[in-house]
T-cell receptor, first 115, second 117 residues
């Protein structure tokens, strides 16, 4: 079965540089989530999209922006990178709950290292 | 806002034994969903088990079962016949049902489980 695809899997950047993380959801999934997991921490919700519109926003820095495109893939853009941005970034996708809750399927994550 | 608390940072269990991981949560919602996720050294997030709050019956998945106490806002995970492959970080998580929108997961801080010979 198809899974969530994230690219790149690993990324090394210098401070103050820009990074773009990509997420390709499972086919027919209309909802995408981004989570940030720092070293030794739990995943923290950043932002979500439903049907290409921003749905919810968590603890996402103003330096970060994201969008969901017409083919439902999503990109997380991170500018003016700081050392503290070094983390594992997960994308997850699901089908909208319709009054219930549908499982979020997680991608393998992108490991971002800022030097 | 919902909060999820895991008070056991680390636990250890011998192979074939049973272990229980604790989780408490706080919410004003009446209908919600609770989960246990496993994160092995590969860092992949794997759903272990889920519980709908409106269901009184505790969920079970093979060797994994939960003890859901809605009034106490407690949601513990029992792993029976522990195996070396169960060694991982375990996160308790909360989500609300949605209509026409997304529903984020709120995670606890995790419990690192080590299964030993």
């Amino acid at each position: 079965a198809a899974g969530v695809i994230q690219s790149p899997r690993h990324l090394i950047k210098e401070k103050r540089e820009t990074a773009t993380l990509k997420c390709y959801p499972i086919p027919r999934h209309d909802t995408v989530y981004w989570y940030q997991q720092g070293p030794g921490q739990d995943p923290q919700f950043l932002i979500s999209f439903y049907e290409k519109m921003q749905s919810d926003k968590g603890s996402i820095p103003d330096r970060f922006s994201a969008q969901q495109f017409s083919d439902y893939h999503s990109e997380l853009n991170m500018s003016s990178l700081e050392l503290g941005d070094s983390a594992l970034y997960f994308c997850a996708s699901s089908i909208e709950g319709g009054g219930s809750y549908n499982e979020q399927f997680f991608g393998p994550g992108t490991r971002l290292t800022v030097l | 806002a919902q909060t999820v608390t895991q008070s056991q940072p680390e636990m250890s269990v011998q192979e074939a034994e049973t272990v229980t991981l604790s989780c408490t949560y706080d919410t004003s919602e009446n209908n919600y969903y609770l989960f246990w996720y496993k994160q092995p050294p590969s860092r992949q997030m794997i759903l272990v088990i889920r519980q709908e709050a409106y269901k009184q019956q505790n969920a079970t998945e093979n060797r994994f079962s939960v003890n859901f106490q809605k009034a106490a806002k407690s949601f513990s995970l029992k792993i029976s016949d522990s195996q070396l492959g169960d060694t991982a970080m375990y996160f308790c998580a909360f989500a609300r049902p949605t209509t026409g929108t997304a529903s984020k997961l709120t995670f606890g801080t995790g419990t690192r489980l080590q299964v030993t010979l």
